[in-house]
Nanobody, 122 residues
Framework: QVQLVESGGGLVQAGGSLRLSCAAS????????MGWFRQGPGKEREFVAA????????LYADSVKGRFTISRDNAKNAVYLQMNSLKPEDTAAYYC???????????????WGQGTQVTVSS
């Protein structure tokens, strides 16, 4: 079983930046593709970004492409989401997830963290 714990959320003004971290334990981290999803108030959970096991390939939602960067450090058992040029519509709870394949589909991921809140003020 893999446990995932997100951190780094908070309140930021529009145009600002945040870096989310997700620490993994209880498994062989390098065996899992990782993803970030988010769920805004009154909205369904949506894909943000994903990264393959080696980190060689990344996927992004169109809404964050060019502003967000996903990365991982297999030696530290961690995945990151660097978020720049934040907009109020980025306000959401952000969740990291682990699975077999890097995918934009939430059901492809087996393990989920508890989430970290990001609030972007205008």
């Amino acid at each position: 079983q893999v446990q995932l714990v997100e951190s780094g959320g908070g309140l930021v003004q529009a145009g600002g930046s945040l870096r989310l971290s997700c620490a993994a334990s209880g498994g062989t981290f390098s065996m899992y593709a990782m993803g970030w999803f988010r769920q805004g108030p009154g909205k369904e959970r949506e894909f943000v970004a994903a990264i393959t096991r080696s980190g060689g390939t990344t996927l992004y939602a169109d809404s964050v492409k060019g502003r967000f960067t996903i990365s991982r450090d297999n030696a530290k058992n961690a995945v990151y989401l660097q978020m720049n040029s934040l907009k109020p519509e980025d306000t959401a709870a952000y969740y990291c997830a682990g699975g077999r394949y890097a995918s934009s589909v939430a059901s492809e991921f087996d393990y989920w963290g508890q989430g970290t809140q990001v609030t972007v003020s205008s």
